[in-house]
């Protein structure tokens, strides 16, 4: 279920932290039962029958599930059930501090050396160890690449570490205050100063409002050794912890591991309880107008909240939170109509209800609007929402719900056994933390066939009516802007709609899938194999070419792609911007037979679905199916490509959301990026970077139609279909539809005059400004380096780019403590003559941005002059090579990378035979030179990009008039 904007920035905050996953993506209760048990001992519900639940003699608890995708590989979770809600006033921040204090030395880990140990062992900084804080729960996150002694016994050592062997040193702390306060500025922006606010509002009398896991800067600034001491030794407890392992693994032979390492770890003296979150009193109706010019959008929301009904999980739980989900994407899919209409006051509106943290049931509807609109925004979604709950919900929008939930977990059910073990490890640990039972796809898809007999219209209503039985009514306007009658005008227009009578909704026949005939099935006139590579290629009579990869990597899924077209290389400069708009309304254009919103109803129940890219070289229509559903998909594809509905409505709803796209563009280091930096780096060309608003607001349909219309019907056409699927009924089914389109063009344009830029000319310095309110600036330097015409330059240039960023964590995280996460890469163009660059960036202060791109120049000149040791570039090598073993079992870079669009360019296909043989040879020798040669200091472009204040603005405020 989708969130409202308040609830969604917090969760962003959290950055994916909460993983609870269901297959309906919607966040879910969180019961905490007796930190010694497990939750499924006060449930009804059985736990997968997979996974080995235990505890040590000292009472340590674990999960162990036996799982072999990846082959040879592991994740390791280390759960804690302390968060920021265990945190005093004076202490908020603490736990997310104290988790960044893991790395940064132990009993048996020197400070400084955690990341090089791992990187010895093939694990890269960040995307094999990392970790997460949220409310009430810290998680320490390995992935092993494999499963010798060495690398568990390690990894078991540094949880056991983190667990009660953590040095906290005073200066190591000092060191790291820096990047927690980086860290805070980058987080910081007006959603999440508004999501704040939201809870404030809703929340008044919780500990909630005033626990942000980053929290303080006052506080952050303050903590010393002694105060981290006093909260690690409280908090991170054995009743608290459990040890996650999702792998391909032997059971016994982990837990005599855990036994050796854990076992001697002492049980705690005394059990804390969990901290009072505090009340939730009745409070009527309630209004509030919160303003910051900087916010990406104008919000107008009708919430609620209680007391959860449920205090544990179990079938009756559930079943209630399925039919709550039930109506919130009924309600959904009613706004999305809405917002398809002409002069619709809203660009898009969704409602949400689930319960938070065991303490709190929300439900809530919110309609993103420009400033001006939300005036007639708020009564619209008052009474869709009265709609529901005074007349609830159609038999036929009911069983579309039905119909999409039961394919989705029986496509879950097909596809469990190729789940990659990182997402199980991240579930388990999530579901374990939550005080849920943790249940296989099998177990729920039981459970779904049991419930939907009883998933009545009649049973949605009345959970539906459930949550909102309560008188309050909190309503809320967030906008950049708002005159003194604002507040009063929340309350007159909400009062004033919930006057007005509501009638049932009315459903519309929608009849059948209007393309499924072709005509007369393409005949194969080439078949062979592909060298090297495992792959089929076949030519088609009508000159379409198709590129086929049998894989076991994801069990009953099917990825398909199309490219056709020259896509930037043949935009014109008085059509800048077109590629936006196109990308932006293709797919919602429909089809000439369908509306976009009648065929999510039609297709309701199938694993299909497509979208439309603008590649600099082509475009692209994608999609990903199973074989029971290819037929279908591939329908859908070859309609799009043969009656695409070019619909005014999708230009008209783009259009509206434009101010909201381009909010952040104009007040964000991100923004100006994507805008002004990437234009600047490629010499103003007028494909690169974003346009102004009003230029791209000046496309039209008429023109998506013009260039986009020969493409579709005439030019040369590219297939590729990886996955698991019969290789013969695949090229029937492609045979029958694409196969029997008009012939095709053999050839594209190679437009060699569109390949060609005029760079800038190093060295220069450039500022960008933006404006905000917000200490946020943005350095990058880079230095020109090649395109990818000679792939095994361009190879060994990632691993410089690898070096350097690694450099950089050394030298400004770590040493400074000026940046979070500042990260380096090289990016060669495949598409445009010389073109790319090996590019550093960081986020800092802008007091320190001057500082911080002399610093990047002198890494680079460091590199260039002094070098770098073999023993630093085999360090950083080995998390590569085993990078690339998981690649080679990675469909979607199987599709994209090698096989689509592999006719016009063949050479996709050498740089996939030589890379897995290409990297394991590499030598430093190869490498060195290439600092020296691209890294000089009068090769670098420095770009500043600063913010500066917003004229005559002022602080975030609050009005309420309660």
């Known amino acids: 279920m989708r969130r409202s904007v308040v609830l969604q920035n917090l969760l962003r905050l959290w950055a994916a932290l909460l993983a609870v996953a269901t297959l309906q993506g919607a966040p879910q209760s969180i019961y905490k039962s007796d930190a010694a048990t497990w939750p499924q001992e006060a449930s009804d519900l059985e736990p997968a029958p997979d996974v080995v639940f235990g505890q040590l003699d000292n009472g340590l ?88 002694d060495k690398t568990l016994d390690t990894a078991l050592m540094a949880l056991r570490d983190y667990a009660d062997g953590l040095l906290l040193l005073q200066d190591e702390i000092d060191r790291e205050r820096g990047v927690i306060l980086s860290e805070m500025r980058d987080r910081d922006n007006a959603d999440y100063r508004a999501a704040i606010d939201g809870f404030q509002f809703s929340l008044p009398f919780s500990l909630i409002p005033d626990r942000m896991p980053i929290g303080t800067q006052q506080e952050v600034g303050a903590v010393t050794a002694e105060d981290m001491h006093a909260f690690y030794n409280q908090w991170y407890t054995l009743d608290r912890m459990v040890v996650v392992a999702v792998g391909d693994v032997d059971p016994q032979r982990l837990e005599k591991a855990l036994a050796d390492h854990f076992g001697s770890m002492q049980k705690p003296t005394q059990t804390l309880p969990d901290p009072d979150m505090g009340e939730i009193l009745p409070r009527g109706e309630g209004y509030s107008v919160y303003t910051d010019p900087e916010l990406t959008a104008t919000e107008v929301s009708i919430s609620t909240a209680r007391r959860p009904v449920y205090d544990t999980d179990s079938e009756d739980a559930r079943f209630h939170q399925l039919a709550i989900d039930a109506a919130n994407v009924m309600l959904d899919r009613r706004l999305e109509k809405i917002a398809k209409q002409e002069d619709a006051p809203f660009t898009s509106a969704h409602s949400y209800g689930y319960t938070m943290l065991h303490f709190v049931e929300f439900a809530g509807i919110y309609a993103r609007t420009s400033p001006d609109k939300w005036r007639d925004a708020l009564p619209v979604i008052d009474q869709e929402l009265r709609r529901t709950l005074e007349h609830g919900f159609t038999a036929s929008e009911l069983q579309t719900f039905i119909a999409n939930y039961q394919n989705g977990l029986e496509t879950a059910v097909a596809q469990a056994a190729s789940r990659q073990s990182r997402a199980l490890a991240n579930e388990l640990t999530a579901t374990i933390s939550a005080g849920k039972v943790f249940r296989d796809p099998a177990q729920e898809l039981n459970q779904f066939e049991a419930d939907k007999e009883r998933l009545t219209p009649d049973a949605v209503l009345k959970a539906w009516r459930s949550v909102w039985a309560n008188d309050d009514r909190l309503v809320r306007l967030e906008t950049q802007e708002a005159d003194d009658q604002a507040a009063l005008d929340l309350r007159t227009l909400y009062r004033d709609s919930r006057d007005q009578q509501v009638e049932p909704y009315q459903d519309e026949d929608l009849g059948e899938f209007a393309y499924t005939e072709w005509g007369q099935p393409g005949k194969i006139v080439t078949q062979e194999p592909v060298e090297g590579l495992d792959a089929t290629r076949v030519v088609f009579d009508n000159n379409v070419v198709l590129y086929l990869k049998q894989t076991d990597f994801e069990q009953n899924k099917v990825r398909i792609g199309a490219k056709f077209g020259r896509g930037m290389l043949s935009l014109k400069p008085e059509w800048e911007g077109l590629n936006m708009f196109a990308e932006a309304t293709f797919i919602q254009g429909g089809l000439e037979a369908h509306s976009a919103d009648d065929l999510e109803r039609l297709l309701a129940g199938h694993n299909v679905g497509t979208s439309f890219g603008v590649g600099e070289d082509g475009f692209t229509l994608d999609g990903v199916t199973t074989m029971e559903d290819l037929q279908l998909q591939l329908d859908l594809m070859a309609a799009y490509l043969t009656h695409p509905g070019y619909r005014d409505e999708a230009a008209r709803r783009f259009r509206q959301s434009l101010p909201q796209i381009y909010q952040p563009v104009l007040h964000s280091a991100d923004g100006v990026t994507a805008q002004k930096v990437q234009s600047f780096l490629a010499g103003g060309d007028f494909r690169f970077g974003i346009p102004p608003m009003e230029t791209v607001e000046s496309r039209s349909i008429d023109e998506v139609k013009q260039w986009l219309g020969p493409a579709l019907s005439q030019s040369k056409l590219e297939l590729a279909v990886v996955g698991d699927f019969d290789e013969q009924q695949v090229i029937d089914a492609i045979a029958k539809t694409f196969g029997a389109l008009p012939k095709r063009q053999t050839k594209l344009p190679e437009m060699p005059e569109a390949r060609q830029l005029d760079e800038p000319e190093p060295p220069q310095s450039e500022l960008f400004e933006f404006t905000s309110q ?5 350095v990058i330097v880079a230095w020109p380096t090649v395109d990818m015409s000679d792939i095994f330059l361009v190879r060994r240039l990632s691993m410089l780019a690898e070096i350097f960023d690694d450099r950089m964590r050394v030298k400004i995280r770590e040493a400074t403590g000026q940046a979070y996460s500042p990260y380096a890469y090289n990016l060669s163009s495949e598409v445009y003559v010389d073109h790319g660059y090996l590019r550093a960036v960081v986020d800092c202060a802008p007091d320190h941005a001057e500082k911080i791109a002399d610093l990047l120049v002198e890494i680079g000149d460091n590199l260039a002059h002094e070098g770098f040791t073999d023993d630093e570039f085999q360090r950083l090598l080995l998390p590569r090579l085993k990078a690339l073993e998981q690649q080679q079992r990675n469909n979607p870079y199987w599709l994209a990378r090698v096989l689509l669009g592999a006719d016009s360019h063949p050479e996709q296909l050498e740089w996939s035979r030589t890379l897995f043989e290409d990297y394991p040879s590499m030598k430093v020798d190869e490498v060195l030179p290439l600092a020296e040669q691209y890294l000089d200091p009068d090769r670098a472009l420095r770009m500043i990009i600063e913010p500066i204040p917003l004229e005559g603005s002022e602080t975030p405020a609050e009005a309420d008039a309660e």
Do not use: C, W
Not at 113 to 124: D, H
Not at 774 to 778: E, I, S
């Open 774 to 778: 917000l200490p946020k600036a943005r």
């Open 61 to 148: 608890r674990y999960a162990i599930l036996p799982h072999q995708e990846p082959p040879g590989r592991m994740s390791l979770r280390l759960l804690v059930e302390s968060g920021s809600l265990m945190e005093t006033d004076a202490q908020q921040g603490i736990a997310h501090f104290l988790e960044h204090m893991a790395f940064n030395g132990s009993e048996h880990i020197e400070p400084g050396k955690l990341v090089e140990i791992f990187q010895r062992l093939g694990m890269g900084f960040g995307a094999d160890t990392n970790a997460h804080t949220t409310f009430d729960e810290t998680v320490y996150k390995f992935e092993l690449p494999d499963l010798n």
